[in-house]
């Protein structure tokens, strides 16, 4: 059993910057995809970035692209995403998570975080 949890949250202005992180514990983190998912009030849960289980391959939902940056450090079992030129449209929930394959659909997550809230304000 994996436990994930998320920090750095936040509340900042437009084109300001965040770095979320998350902490995994429970299990080899270094065999597992680590993804980062974000839900904002009244919408689906949405995938954002996503990284292999050694770090080589990620992968980005279009809307982030050139402005998030997920990364991993298996010896510290931690991924994070680093978020800048933010936009009120990234106003979210945003989740970690854990999977056994490289995907970007939620259902192939078997573990998750509690969640972090972003605030971006205009």
């Known amino acids: 059993q994996v436990q994930l949890v998320e920090s750095g949250g936040g509340l900042v202005q437009a084109g300001g910057s965040l770095r979320l992180s998350c902490a995994a514990s429970g299990g080899t983190f270094s065999r597992f995809a680590m993804g980062w998912f974000r839900q904002a009030p009244g919408k689906e849960r949405e995938f954002v970035a996503r990284?292999?289980?050694?770090?080589?391959?990620?992968r980005y939902a279009d809307s982030v692209k050139g402005r998030f940056t997920i990364s991993r450090d298996n010896a510290k079992n931690t991924t994070a995403l680093q978020m800048n030129s933010l936009k009120p449209d990234d106003t979210a929930v945003y989740y970690c998570a854990a999977s056994s394959i490289i995907a970007t659909i939620t259902s192939a997550y078997h573990y998750w975080g509690q969640g972090t809230q972003v605030t971006v304000s205009s």
């Open positions: 990284i292999s289980s050694s770090g080589a391959g990620t």
